[in-house]
């Protein structure tokens, strides 16, 4: 169905319901389901015109015919979704509205919900088209006045972003990857309540099964406490989270459920410089030295992967690499003899936004790689930011490339083909190994397979950053944090000294009577929240109990003064509630319109994460001359008359800037290399997410290279998230992705021969 017909229809099911509705008496449910229906016209309207205008012109910005993809495409892709349910929705209930079967309140609660996510969506098509005014032709990264691209950020991450973390959770991405969505959200607002609380290890995440539960059933509730998390915990907390993966229960689970291989065998390289010949002249030699960065010389960990047992993996020398991890579960079965060397090798590069994550989270689909490629895969384990900031990381999967080069025979391979891989931040340093190992006149791998790959970290805008607002796992502020830490700009935990972020070792060392301990206290906490919800309901003037021992981040957040609608549970407020809590008027009229909702939106928070701080101290200097209020106000000239979108009203405790010049390197912002230097790259392999906020940094990258004249081949999977690798087993479709990035390692290890 085009574009103007799904509109057509679901404006005629929306007048219809509006009518039936308005013609059920004075009721509130009915005045409420009359008045959603009246936005959803009054928003669909406003939106179509605006999604055909970037729907016209969005071909101009693809690779070329065969990969029509965008961020313009990606997010008219993403209107068309939350369009399509309300159409399906609105059919649903005007063939059931009349039934006594028809569960009102929980029509009420997902119509009200899309419609704050369509609001939303109809500012990103007019931030889309504000780009598109702007912008140089063809480009899809902004690149016009600094102060110009740091108000249209600063208005941009003001949005509420509630909205798509409640009940419309994921609705842009196939359903099978929802219920894995829904689980994390459930359990990153859980961490977040006991994180900074005092407890280590695995109480945190023990505590979080018990407290979880009412926000598993109270979509609305979770929505806003993901938001306050989102916007408010500094990269330590994402940098947690993202390592419980990391405990040695989990990913035993993990390895359990993957492929079962021969050789798994974390070795540490030792800092020792070694000389590699040039390609130029090999009777020339250029000597590598260890990593220098921040923290001077130090071991560089890898790990090992492969399915067969080859000559070269049980000698004397590499022996003396391993390091020990503890006991392993056993996975070999005994072969009679060893394999021959590989003429093959895949050296790998893990992501995690470049602060967390090892090759151990990434073991399970590495180990698939080796069973379907029949080569040995060397995945490096680099130091992570902001302990160890920008050039460290590089540093380190340089000189662990060059000793994989170098000492190919040990890894079980004879180096014939030797492929770069990675996924995320981990194809960014694919990109920047590659370029370091041409200034160095070393070899180069015959070829790299990055997976949506971050190539461009400068403070910027384009129109699948967008999409950050509603992408659960890459929001816009931990895009931010990451890229911070990876400069340097965010060195030191805030915490308080008793209350660190959670390390490796403290995930996974726990004394058993605290751990007890942390367990009946979450079950406590758990019932009580229950009977907490029933106190509410039994007894609304009652007043809660504080928590006498602790408070944890997201309670204080949320232990805000009683307003006009008093303290009942999120979930049964309407939307024109919800926007009640963020004003001190009420409007006066009650119907549920965006129009209405938008007179009482929240002032746009001052804070800006993307601000660079030589913009911050203009914007201090000049608060005379021009407020905040003021600029923003000219940024929305754009919108329609009477079209505002909700504002969110939690600001960030302090800015997370991209904050250092650093980030216009090319070593660390591979778009931004001149073509002298992308020039010199090997063939390039781009497996990029329609639905990605990274999607521009895959699609810009591959038109650089193709218009130098470079081999470079740009794949794009629909209806998936960033990260679908480390999902490879989850379901169908993220096992076809994974399925497309080993099919480009396999073009490179095995290129196909000339035609006869």
């Known amino acids: 169905m085009d574009l103007r017909t799904m509109t057509q229809s679901l404006v005629t099911l929306a007048e219809d319901n509006m009518a039936f509705f308005s013609s059920q008496g004075p009721g509130e449910t009915a005045r409420r389901l009359s008045g959603v229906f009246a936005g959803v016209r009054e928003q669909a309207l406003g939106l179509e015109p605006t999604l055909g205008r970037l729907l ?22 993403t209107a068309r979704c939350c369009l399509g349910h309300l159409l399906h929705k609105s059919r649903y209930v005007a063939s059931n509205r009349r039934s006594i079967f028809f569960r009102t309140s929980h029509n009420l609660a997902e119509l009200e919900a899309y419609l704050a996510a369509l609001t939303q969506l109809r500012a990103l098509a007019y931030y889309a088209q504000h780009l598109l005014a702007t912008n140089q032709p063809g480009r ?63 109480s945190v995440t023990a505590s979080s099964l018990f407290t979880g539960g009412r926000f598993a059933i109270d979509p609305e509730l979770r929505g806003a406490e993901f938001e306050r998390i989102v916007q408010n915990l500094d990269v330590h907390f994402w940098k947690a989270f993202w390592n419980i993966t990391e405990i040695q229960v989990l990913s035993s689970l993990a390895n359990m459920a993957s492929a079962t291989v021969r050789v798994s065998r974390l070795l540490s390289l030792p800092p020792t410089a070694f000389e590699m010949p040039l390609t130029a002249d090999p009777k020339v030699t250029v000597t590598i030295s260890p990593p220098l960065a921040h923290t001077g010389p130090g071991p560089v960990l890898v790990r090992l992967i492969s399915y067969d047992l080859r000559e070269g993996q049980d000698s004397e020398a590499l022996s003396r690499l391993v390091r020990s991890e503890g006991p392993r579960s056993l996975e070999l079965r005994s072969r009679p003899q060893q394999a021959p060397r590989s003429r093959c090798l895949v050296v790998h590069i893990h992501g995690g936004g470049f602060v967390a994550q090892t090759s151990k989270s990434h073991e399970p689909y590495l180990k698939s790689w080796a069973q379907e490629l029949g080569a040995p895969i060397l995945s490096i384990d680099y130091s992570l930011a902001p302990e160890a900031p920008f050039p460290r990381a590089l540093e380190e999967c340089f000189y662990a490339y060059c000793w994989a080069v170098k000492h190919c025979a040990l890894l079980g391979s004879t180096g014939e083909r030797i492929c770069l891989a990675g996924d995320s931040a981990g194809g960014n340093l694919c990109f920047t190994v590659s370029l370091r190992a041409a200034a160095y006149g070393v070899r180069l791998p015959d070829g790299i397979m990055a997976a949506y790959p971050a190539t461009m970290l400068q403070a910027t805008a384009s129109p699948s950053r967008l999409l950050s607002l509603m992408d659960p796992l890459l929001p816009l502020s931990i895009l931010s944090k990451c890229v911070s830490a990876y400069a340097g700009g965010e060195t030191e935990d805030h915490s308080d000294s008793g209350q660190k972020a959670l390390g490796m070792m403290g995930l996974v060392q726990r004394d058993t009577a605290v751990l007890f301990r942390d367990l009946r206290l979450g079950a406590s906490s758990w019932l009580n929240s229950f009977l907490e ?109 009477g079209f505002h979108p909700r504002r969110s009203s939690h600001g960030a405790k302090r800015m997370t800037p991209y904050s250092s010049p650093i980030v216009k390197n090319p070593f660390m912002s591979p778009l931004l290399a001149p073509d002298g230097m992308l020039q010199i790259l090997p063939p390039v392999h781009i497996v990029a997410c329609a639905l990605d906020p990274m999607l521009d940094d895959s699609v810009m990258f591959a038109r650089r290279l193709r218009s130098l004249g470079q081999p470079v081949t740009l794949r794009v999977v629909e209806d998936l998230p960033h990260g679908f690798l480390s999902l490879a087993a989850l379901c169908h479709e993220t096992r076809q992705a994974a399925a497309l990035c080993v099919e480009h390692i396999r073009l490179v290890l095995n290129p196909p021969g000339p035609p006869v």
């Open 533 to 641: 919800l029933s106190g509410h309901k039994s007894h609304p003037n009652s007043v809660p109990i504080a928590e006498p021992m602790r408070c944890s981040v997201s309670e204080t957040a949320l232990a805000q003064p009683e307003g006009p609608l008093g303290t009942d549970s999120l979930k049964g407020l309407t939307l024109h509630d919800l926007s009640l809590r963020g004003s001190s008027e009420t409007p006066d009229t009650p119907e549920l319109s965006l129009s209405a909702e938008a007179r009482g939106y929240s002032t746009p928070s001052a804070i800006n994460f993307l601000l660079r701080p030589e913009v911050a101290s203009e914007e201090s200097e000049a608060g005379a001359e021009l407020s905040t209020k003021d600029r923003v106000q000219g940024l929305c000239a754009a919108f329609p008359e």
């Open 56 to 77: 016209s012109v969005a071909h101009l910005f693809d690779l070329d015919a065969e990969t029509p993809a965008n961020g313009y495409r990606s997010l008219v892709h």
């Open 140 to 202: 899809l990264f902004f690149e016009g006045d600094e102060r110009l691209i740091a108000d249209f950020l600063h208005e941009y991450v003001t949005l509420h972003k509630g909205c798509f973390y409640g009940r419309c959770l994921g609705f842009q991405f196939t359903p099978a990857i929802r219920p894995f969505l829904q689980t994390i959200s459930i359990g990153l607002v859980s961490f977040g309540e006991h994180y900074k609380r005092n407890e280590t290890g695995l």
